[in-house]
């Protein structure tokens, strides 16, 4: 079976990466893709938001599975181009892929199914919203409604940082119509946890946990990022706990899209915050793969990802075979320097081979080939380099000695990842 995978980051490779060990994997086309990619996929210049291009070169190559990476092709409505030419498509369709479109949309869902989550209020008025927003304590935490690449979130701990993220947003535009409207939240303090789920209307299968680290430095300070790390298992977060998010937000997350007429087909990824008492709350719902928590869970799927994506297009997800591996997984990410703001392109990078001879996993992010065919930065994020082992310790090991191999000028990276699952 031809696959076509939508996307050029992280994710994608690691997808495709997955994909390419099924069996019944043919030729896998990945549109646009990136240079790493390329080394095991076949790329297609055509974008993410290129709809018609897209299903045009499905049906001429007769694909046989599509499967969406990024959340504004999906928040766009790609999937439901693809199955009106009646072409199999991994994802949510518009009207699902809504609970990451729109956080008010998402904030009010949960607080209607009376789903664990944070206390909010919303705004598309921004006196409105500034008037609330000095009358609450700091820590706050102000949102952009919609996409922001993840970055559209803000955890203030001053005032003036509250305010000035607020005027970003709804009076600068910074984040464009994504902006127009805001959530502002209360903040909630503990240990985060990302928990992605194969979902089909009511069936919920959830992949194995892990943690993300969003703020560009150690000690999770700076600005957010689409994340600089991940690892998985958790082993200092309780199965039980775990368990619980699963059945008190994940599952009943499912039913109420359903019953609000959204059925969600696709990957549900929850961010949760676990607070000081071990009780689970809703920080957000992404509708797709989360970039770059893929990087860290795949690895550990020892069933075939492309049996899994049929089950769930044919309607039998809950007669899938879903297997984890005991295997601990470590992704350091790194990232130009600059990111998340501006940044150079085009700065060769050398030393894959090297880490790549130190047992790593390496996923291409932001990299391209140059004129003459040398790899290049191409993006913020650049590489995800991830070590695997029989425990995190041991997976943190080999993923740093391997990142350690790795250069391009201004390369940045976090140096505490997984830290927190030492102590």
């Known amino acids: 079976m031809d696959i076509?995978?939508?996307?050029?980051?992280?994710r994608e490779h690691a997808i495709c990466w997955s994909l390419a060990k099924s069996p019944k994997a043919g030729t896998i086309y990945c549109a646009p893709g990136n240079a790493g990619i390329g080394e095991l996929a076949e790329l297609v210049p055509i974008q993410v938001n290129e709809f018609d291009?897209?299903?045009?070169?499905?049906?001429?190559?007769?694909?046989?599975?599509?499967?969406?990476?990024?959340?504004?092709?999906?928040?766009d409505g790609i999937v439901d181009v693809f199955e009106a030419k009646k072409i199999p498509v991994f994802g949510p369709r518009k009207n699902?892929?809504?609970?990451?479109?729109?956080?008010?949309?998402?904030?009010?869902?949960?607080?209607?199914?009376?789903?664990?989550?944070?206390?909010?209020?919303?705004?598309?008025?921004?006196?409105?919203?500034?008037?609330?927003?000095?009358?609450?304590?700091?820590?706050?935490?102000?949102?952009?409604?919609?996409?922001?690449?993840?970055?559209?979130?803000?955890?203030?701990?001053?005032?003036?940082?509250?305010?000035t993220a607020l005027k970003n947003i709804m009076i600068d535009k910074v984040f464009g119509e994504?902006?127009?409207?805001?959530?502002?939240?209360?903040?909630?303090?503990?240990?985060e946890m990302s928990i992605l789920a194969f979902v089909n209307g009511e069936t919920v299968r959830p992949m194995a946990a892990a943690q993300d680290h969003k703020q560009v430095y150690d000690g999770d300070k700076g600005p957010n990022t689409g994340g600089m790390g991940t690892y998985s298992p958790l082993p200092h977060i309780a199965d039980s706990i775990i368990e619980e998010a699963i059945e008190t937000i994940i599952k009943p997350t499912a039913k109420a899209m359903v019953a609000e007429?959204?059925?969600?087909?696709?990957?549900?990824?929850?961010?949760?915050?676990?607070?000081?008492?071990?009780?689970?709350?809703?920080?957000?719902?992404?509708?797709r793969f989360g970039d770059p928590e893929t990087q860290v869970v795949l690895p550990?799927?020892?069933s075939d990802l492309l049996d899994i994506f049929l089950a769930a297009v044919n309607g039998t997800l809950d007669q899938a075979e879903i297997e984890w591996s005991d295997e601990a997984a470590v992704c350091v990410v790194?990232?130009?320097?600059?990111?998340?703001a501006s940044y150079p392109k085009g700065l060769p990078i050398r030393g894959l081979d090297e880490a790549k001879a130190a047992g790593a996993l390496v996923f291409h992010a932001g990299t391209a080939r140059g004129k003459c065919g040398e790899l290049v930065t191409n993006g913020g994020r650049v590489l995800g380099v991830v070590g695997l082992g029989k425990t995190i310790a041991e997976a943190r090991d080999k993923a740093y000695?391997?990142?350690?191999?790795?250069?391009?000028?201004?390369?940045?990276?976090r140096t505490d990842i997984a830290a927190k699952a030492l102590v």
């Open 4 to 10: 076509l995978v939508i996307g050029a980051g992280g």
């Open 53 to 75: 291009k897209l299903a045009a070169f499905a049906e001429e190559k007769r694909i046989g599975l599509v499967v969406v990476g990024p959340d504004d092709p999906l928040a």
């Open 96 to 163: 699902a892929a809504h609970i990451e479109g729109s956080k008010t949309f998402m904030k009010d869902l949960l607080k209607k199914y009376n789903i664990p989550t944070a206390a909010y209020e919303k705004f598309d008025n921004y006196e409105q919203a500034l008037a609330y927003l000095q009358s609450r304590p700091v820590p706050i935490v102000i949102k952009a409604d919609g996409l922001a690449a993840g970055k559209g979130v803000t955890v203030a701990f001053t005032r003036d940082e509250a305010e």
């Open 178 to 191: 994504s902006g127009s409207q805001v959530v502002i939240e209360e903040f909630l303090e503990g240990q």
């Open 261 to 287: 007429g959204r059925p969600f087909h696709g990957v549900l990824f929850a961010g949760l915050m676990i607070a000081p008492d071990g009780k689970p709350k809703t920080i957000e719902f992404n509708a």
């Open 300 to 302: 550990r799927l020892k």
């Open 334 to 340: 790194l990232a130009s320097g600059g990111y998340p």
């Open 401 to 413: 000695e391997a990142a350690g191999s790795i250069a391009f000028e201004g390369k940045h990276q």
